[in-house]
């Protein structure tokens, strides 16, 4: 178990667990808290799973740990490793079952007061038209053939339906497709399970909220992004469904065997990994980009059924209320990106689980409209509380392959979370806090408790003081719905 | 949720099962029950439906998994609850089992089964195991 005593403070923020904790570590870990997120992290095991992943053959630099990281399976949550392209490996551990997992963040022209009075009839209608629940399916049935192109060409086939615009595509991380995509890796199984839960928003922590700009730190970014205070904004917060753990399961037991071909030893078999340039690992990167690019298809279904909710409720009642996207992001994923090491050009395989990329300016990555003043980083929190809106930085390029936060990060089991709390006491007390709720399930929404959650303010201003992100505007909920 | 058969035990953020069972077909059955258990209420259901799985993996621990996981595939894309479980063979790489259950959505979904510090354990009184699912 690790302990205080095994860290080192390598400046404010920043801890290290060197390399001579455990023997069979090939690069130190690193972790990005202040002292009160130190000791939730040390009260479950996340260390341990980050050191865990500091084993993962081709590692380079440090396994790193964001400020909501907590325990995971294999990785911690909001854990990132870069392993050296092609002879470092890719594990679907590293990446999670919710590939792609991510959010997406959608405003409008008007100030959130104009819709104050239409807000309940506004979730009301989302929760009757966007479906969402446990195992829901939605109103996007797909052909096998229909299944190939989202597999490949992600939400640029729902735009080519009609379901979005090329502005939304250039405003999503790989313009909401990954290269690389085979629709052959991905199993008729996970084909199987995707074929009717295009256009659903899940269970569990997904979400959809409408939310103001209550506050705006930065103003020149800011109006970059599009943004202003008091601004209506929507937030929805999904990923790749039935299909994304399918593909993470198939490859968890197809790279059992991978282990053991290649010699490979791990202390955890949720670990398991393959060479990048092996037919193992090719055919892994081939499918999780294939379910990469199904979640954000998904999203893009997902945001053009809030649009048009947004038409049915608002049409001829306020002006301007259409709503155009921000950015779309991915959380759970691994991407091939190149990196300055040790004065190096290196091609690595970057792994974020739980982790969101955070480019700072200049990276031909981003698309012309954000390219001056960096990515937009999105950073939901829970329902009671506030997201945030970060902007990637030259930092983050330096010391975290372009990654920060995801999220809150839980502190609470689920477990715990039902037993202290109550969802319909939980409801009630949001509502009297002007927040809206629409929830399938009362256990499920008290899972999803702000008390469950750390503290999103503070794991904001960690990496906005440790740089690997800078604020850019704060939004609070004011309509929730859950599946 | 305690029982001689399986306990839930504290995951920040996913859920986690203790498993036992005096021999290793128990065992399995018990987790099975154990994940359903966690996705809806088993105990008033009256099995209508069957299903016949047969499962080869590389050694015991993916055995567990992989039967896990196959439920859960099934579960998702028949709209079927599982509440019985009958392992008729079970080696160390081949599983065969029928399963029982009625056609119903949960009210919590799993997206997996881990391998997760996965280890069947001998005790005792036969074996444990601890099972992290992602939720």
Redesign the interface.
Known sequence: MVTKKDLKRIEDYLYEISKSYREDMRVPARVYLDAELLEAALGDRTLEQLVNSATLPGIVGYAMAMPDAHQGYGFPIGGVAATRYPQGVISPGGVGFDINCGVRLLIAGIGADEVKPYLGTLISALYRNVPSGVGKKGGFKLSPSQMDQVLEKGAAWAVKQGYGTQDDLERTEERGAMAGAEARAVSSRAKERGKNQLGTLGSGNHFLEIEEVVEVYDEEVADAFGLFPGQLAVQIHSGSRGLGHQVCTDYVRLLQEAVRKYHIELPDRELVCAPLDSPEGRDYFAAMAGAANYAWANRQCLAHLTRRTFEEVLAGKVRDWELTTVYDVAHNIAKIEEYEVDGQRLKLCVHRKGATRAFGPDRPELPDVYRAVGQPVLVPGDMGTASYILVGTEEAMRASFGSTCHGAGRVLSRKAAKRQIRGDKLKADLEAQGIQVRAGSMPGLAEEAPEAYKDIERVVDVVHRAGLARKVAKLRPLAVMKG | MTSFRFE?I??????ALRVYGRNLKELFANAAYGMFSL?AELEELEPTIKREISLE??DY??LL??WL?EL??W???E?EVYTRFTIHTLSSTALTATVEGVKA?????I??A?????AIVKAEAGYVTTI?F??
């Open positions: 839930e504290e995951h920040t953020a996913d859920l996705m993996s590389l621990e993916a998994i992989d996981n859960l595939y579960h998702e894309v709209d959505e949960a009210s919590k979904a997206k997996a881990t391998f997760h510090d996965l992290v992602d939720v």
